[in-house]
């Protein structure tokens, strides 16, 4: 244990024994901002393509989605389009609004391959209410 003037020591061991911490390791090496969405909860993109993609195993069907080209940082992702006929409300070249479906460890959920993001809104419209009937999607 160092004595009266060892205070440079303790800082510099305290200082190199923090990095076995992974809250500390992921703060100072900003592992966070990692993916598409660098960080954010949500981001606007501008559709590309419309898909379907098929789903795995104790499922069947196709799960409708979009290709989206991100504003941010052009970084192209596969977004699912939720909602019974919901795909039909978006068009190539239209503005939506993504967000990470919230599968373990930012994966994918369910039986979808792949899909770890899902649309939102559409045009600044939040796709709930198109597919309620309540709003109109706007035409850019």
């Known amino acids: 244990m160092p004595g009266e003037f060892g205070g440079r020591k303790l800082r510099k061991t305290r ?7 992974v809250t500390y390791v992921r703060k100072m090496l900003k592992l ?3 993916g598409p969405l660098a960080g954010a ?10 898909r ?7 499922s069947s069907g196709l799960a ?30 239209d503005e939506v609004l993504i967000e990470s479906i919230g599968g373990a460890q930012g ?8 899909l770890k993001f ?7 419209v939040s796709l709930k209410e198109i597919l309620a009937g309540k709003k109109q999607k706007p035409a850019r």
């Open 41 to 50: 909860p949500q981001a606007r993109g501008i559709v590309i393509s419309k």
């Open 107 to 114: 994966g994918a959920k369910g039986d979808t391959p792949g």
């Open 118 to 124: 899902q649309v939102i809104a559409v045009n600044g």
């Open 64 to 93: 409708k989605a979009v290709r989206v080209q991100l504003i941010k940082n052009n970084v192209q992702v596969t977004a699912f389009v939720p909602g019974y006929n919901a795909i039909n409300h978006i068009n190539e070249h």
């Open 32 to 34: 966070w901002k990692e």
């Open 15 to 21: 200082k190199k024994f923090r990095w076995k911490k």
């Open 52 to 58: 379907t993609i098929e789903r795995r195993k104790p």
